[in-house]
């Protein structure tokens, strides 16, 4: 297992279907190292804590082998990372691979898997397309969320 890319995103208000949308889909990249801590990375939020975030939904991991093939569906779509709104980006961490509450290390960060990921309406905001929740549901490339172990720890990306 490999960490790619940690990313971050604070929640923003978007326009969707001519409404005024708050979400923490929004992620970028971020160099420095990031503390882990129990209900989400600092830097980071959830617009809609009654279904995003929280002590099970701390961490979204996403596995890095599936941008190649969101790549071959989207082939117009630029897919930097954290555009699944994930917090890691990961190699070597596929969900056939893992159960849920199966533990794992990241630097000196412990996880623990607590459910697949259940998107909302808000990654069609984040990829300007409505069918993107069916589509990506029906790949089953979902990925795992996860619960921090240990909260005074910090993630380094090393690039």
């Keep these: 297992m490999k960490l790619i890319s940690v990313n971050v995103g604070l929640p923003r208000e978007v326009t969707w279907?001519?409404?005024?949308?708050?979400t923490g889909i929004f992620k970028?990249?971020?160099?420095d190292r990031v503390m882990?801590?129990?209900l989400n990375l600092d830097g980071d939020g959830?617009?809609?804590?009654?279904?995003?975030g929280g002590v099970d939904k701390a961490v979204y991991v996403y596995p890095f082998e599936h941008y190649d093939y969101w790549q071959n569906e989207l082939p117009d779509t630029k897919l930097p990372l954290g555009i699944f709104g994930e917090n890691l980006t990961i190699a070597g961490l596929r969900e056939e691979d893992v159960n849920i509450g199966d533990r794992?290390?990241?630097?000196?960060?412990?996880?623990?898997?607590?459910?697949?990921?259940?998107p909302c309406y808000k990654l069609g905001i984040r990829f300007g397309r409505p069918d993107m929740r069916k589509r990506f549901l029906t790949s089953r490339r979902t990925g795992p969320k996860a619960?921090?172990?240990?909260?005074?720890?910090?993630?380094?990306?090393?690039?």
Aim: net charge positive; glycine share 6%.
């Design 17 to 22: 279907k001519g409404k005024t949308v708050s």
């Design 104 to 118: 794992f290390r990241i630097g000196t960060v412990k996880l623990m898997v607590t459910q697949p990921r259940l």
């Design 46 to 52: 959830q617009a809609d804590l009654t279904v995003h």
């Design 147 to 159: 619960g921090a172990t240990t909260f005074r720890s910090k993630v380094v990306v090393r690039m």
């Design 28 to 31: 970028e990249p971020v160099s």
């Design 36 to 38: 882990v801590r129990v």
